[in-house]
């Protein structure tokens, strides 16, 4: 017998029955429940999601039209209107939030986007973090207020370069600033960030450097500094001055008073100097380099993917999600993986540190069910 299945049935075997029916059992989602499974819940808001269905009508009506192929996904009937509204008021949202990091981490183990591109002999976890800002129309979302006319949100994005996939993604205000959103978040020891230009900022760097956070950024054409050392020798390839470095400014020495790198890269493509600006000592100056140019992963993830676009923004009703973590919480996402003989001075591994949980929202648990969703999707 031929057997074809659907897109929607395709999309639904990655998330295994068995699987679902634990986190089920372990939430207590369908305590007291009369034949209306969390499973059909499920498929129905997804079909939700997947039509663009604005109201419980459209949902059940759509599902209805299918009635003869509703079997193959797992359910028997289309829901009632009143039978799914009352679901998504009542049932915990945590069970779709555990089904949301399980199937996160089920991707990231398939290596669903791809392995690191760039090999390096460190063992360290190698992170990007930048923000990218989605403009809006001022008159439709008033609240999202950036400048006398024009609105707009931004979104903060930590990058894992293990599989290009978001660890954490903050949604804000336009008008917050990229260097408040990277001192609050506090990473582990061990971690190599890349960070461009608009990230430039003593305090911050005096603040990794205590922390044993490792970071590669571009300098500031008007930082002053004083050379304490020059590489001497011959340099490699591309590689035009290694110094090390100290600031000389009032406010620079008591924010960072801890000894800097400094490495020009000649970029043949573009024809200009680069130069970067490390407390990494005991790397590599090509290795260094290399960092800063996998930092471009997170400018292509940025322009390539629709993970979030103002049509997503309109969904989330500012009160939702704005600064809110949309996707990670930095717990377990950015552990050190320090190789057993690193090539740099070996550093106090302090406990593992957790950035708070965002709390849920007191909206609905249908509200809920959609921002989860979502961002399911856009990691897809």
Same mark, same amino acid.
């Given at each position: 017998?031929?057997?074809?299945?659907?897109?929607?049935?395709?999309?639904?075997?990655?998330?295994?029955?068995?699987?679902?029916?634990?986190? @089920?059992k372990k939430h207590q989602a369908e305590r007291a429940a009369k034949g209306f499974a969390c499973w059909t819940q499920f498929v129905a808001m997804t079909f939700c999601q997947l039509a663009h269905a604005d109201s419980l009508r459209e949902i059940c009506n759509g599902l209805a039209c299918s009635e003869g192929k509703l079997v193959h996904l797992g359910i028997a009937n289309a829901p009632n209107k009143s039978t799914l509204s009352y679901a998504n008021e009542h049932r915990p949202a945590a069970l779709f939030? #555990?089904?949301?990091?399980t199937s996160l981490n089920r991707f990231r183990e398939q290596q669903g986007m791809g392995a690191r591109k760039a090999r390096f002999r460190?063992?360290?976890?190698?992170?990007?973090? #930048?923000?990218?800002?989605?403009?809006?129309? /001022?008159? /439709?979302?008033?609240?999202?207020?950036?400048?006398?006319?024009?609105?707009?949100?931004?979104?903060?994005?930590?990058?894992?370069? #293990?599989?290009? /996939?978001?660890?954490? @993604?903050?949604?804000?205000e336009a008008k917050k600033s990229d260097v408040r959103i990277a001192q609050s978040l506090d990473l582990n020891p061990g971690s190599i960030v890349a960070v461009d230009r608009g990230y430039n900022d003593y305090a911050l760097f005096g603040k990794w450097t205590d922390g044993d956070v490792f970071?590669?950024?571009? /300098?500031? #054409?008007?930082?002053?500094?004083? @050379?304490?050392?020059?590489?001497?020798?011959?340099?490699p390839r591309n590689i035009l001055a290694d110094e090390l470095i100290r600031f000389t400014g009032v406010q620079a020495v008591k924010d960072c008073p801890h000894l800097m790198r400094r490495v020009v890269v000649w970029d043949p493509i573009n024809e200009r100097e680069i130069v970067l600006l490390t407390n990494l000592l005991h790397f590599g100056a090509t290795t260094i380099a290399a960092i800063y140019k996998d930092r471009w992963e997170i400018e292509l993830f940025s322009e390539s993917s629709t993970w979030c676009t103002p049509l997503d923004v309109m969904e989330f009703r500012g009160s939702i999600a704005l600064n809110r973590p949309l996707v990670g919480s930095l717990?377990?996402? @950015?552990?050190?993986?320090?190789?057993?003989?690193?090539?740099?001075?070996? !550093?106090?591994?302090?406990?593992?540190?957790?950035?708070?949980?965002?709390?849920? !929202?007191?909206?609905?648990?249908?509200?809920?069910?959609f921002e989860w969703r979502r961002g399911w999707w856009q990691l897809r």
């Open positions: 017998m031929l057997q074809a299945a659907s897109l929607f049935n395709q999309l639904l075997q990655h998330f295994p029955r068995t699987e679902f029916a634990s986190l @089920v939030e #555990d089904l949301f990091y460190f063992k360290n976890k190698l992170l990007s973090l #930048d923000s990218t800002t989605i403009s809006l129309c /001022l008159d /439709l979302f008033p609240w999202a207020k950036f400048r006398r006319a024009k609105g707009g949100v931004k979104a903060h994005v930590l990058l894992d370069h #293990d599989d290009y /996939l978001p660890s954490y @993604v903050l949604i804000t970071f590669v950024s571009r /300098l500031k #054409d008007n930082a002053a500094y004083a @050379v304490k050392e020059s590489a001497m020798g011959p340099l717990v377990g996402s @950015v552990r050190p993986r320090i190789a057993q003989h690193p090539r740099f001075a070996v !550093s106090r591994v302090h406990p593992h540190r957790l950035v708070s949980l965002a709390t849920l !929202s007191s909206e609905s648990a249908a509200r809920q069910w």
